[in-house]
């Protein structure tokens, strides 16, 4: 079956960087347009960045200059550099894979990731 697996998070103090990335299995990764989301303590879950199959990136404007995506389909991964952290940044930060064949969608979650930025 599909899995996600994410890795890299951690306590970070503002201002300084960290590199998600996301492990994908039992599935052809070329053909999934992959995503990172974030969801804060009481706030609702919100895209972060994305990243198309053809490689096209889009951000978030709260990340944008700061955030990197990018996907590496020889070793199945997709990565989030993350650079200037705020703490305003704290958060679980998710992997997302997605994809639509006609009118069905195949929708898959990692488990999630912990980021923490303070001092």
């Known amino acids: 079956q599909v899995q996600l697996v994410e890795s890299g998070g951690g306590l970070v103090q503002p201002g300084g960087s960290l590199r998600l990335s996301c492990a994908a299995s039992g599935m052809i990764f070329s053909f999934y347009g992959m995503g990172w989301y974030r969801q804060a303590p009481g706030k609702q879950r919100e895209l972060v960045a994305f990243?198309?199959?053809?490689?096209?990136?889009n951000y978030t404007d709260s990340v944008k200059g700061r955030f990197t995506i990018s996907r590496d389909n020889a070793k199945n991964t997709v990565s989030l550099q993350m650079n200037s952290l705020k703490p305003e940044d704290t958060a679980v930060y998710y992997c997302?894979?997605?994809?639509?064949?006609?009118?069905?969608?195949?929708?898959?979650w990692g488990q999630g990731t912990q980021v923490t930025v303070s001092s």
């Open positions: 997302r894979a997605w994809r639509r064949v006609g009118s069905v969608d195949y929708n898959y």
């Open positions: 990243i198309t199959r053809a490689g096209t990136t």
